[in-house]
């Protein structure tokens, strides 16, 4: 809520400065910074749903993972025991179905686990074990680590995305909010009927705000780039992600 509290003032500014309708340069500069400000609003508000959708997302993921973690956590915790055990030789060692049923949480269970371990007199020489778990929610049964590694990417994927779109979203207002300061700057071509062009400092995007041209439709209230810088400075203002 607090980032828009630019979107109000600079519309009061705008309206005050420029009168939002009519045919003079001057309102047809307010109309063009209203829409860029409608544009940026629109899209934010857009995002912040899709925020707000992957947080769920992400909660459940990793909730999943924990849950994934602690039943892995204790097949691995046997694994370790049974290489403090002074046994010399080889050892090929399973959990009975009895031990397996222990090994169990509300989401997930250990369907296999083994481990083989050579000793000497002193220490462990070598080892190696399985363990396959099932997911309840997909039934699967999978290796315990693979399970850990893809959940792992997974939880990963959604908060590396959530943190694109609040990147995206953040520069958009703060872009819009630059824009607005050249409003006075901009300079106005009458196409034809209700069409124009408006160009001037700040309506463009090369690294940074440059200058840029737009084609506005007074009538049907449409502002489209017309241009490379406009185009660039177009895709910020709708906060579009590189998957766009």
Sequence with gaps: MKKWVYVVTFILLVSAAFPLTGCSSRAISGEVAQSLVEMSKGRVESIDSEIANTDQELHSAQ???LKLQQVLDAALAWVDFQKTIQRPGKWDIKVTPDGLA???NDQFQVTELSCVIVRDSIQVTESSYTIKMQDFTTMEIDDG??????LTYGVNQLQQNREVMSAAR??????VNNVLKYVSDWQVKKINGKTYDVSGAGLGWTDQLTAGVWKFDQENGTL????????????????KLASQ
Aim: aromatic share 2%; no cysteine.
């Design 63 to 65: 909730e999943h993972l």
């Design 170 to 175: 953040d520069l958009s207002i703060f872009t």
């Design 224 to 239: 489209l780039p017309e241009d490379a810088p406009a185009t660039a400075l177009n895709d910020i203002v709708l906060a």
């Design 102 to 104: 222990q090994l169990k």
């Design 145 to 150: 680590i693979a399970l850990q590694s893809k």
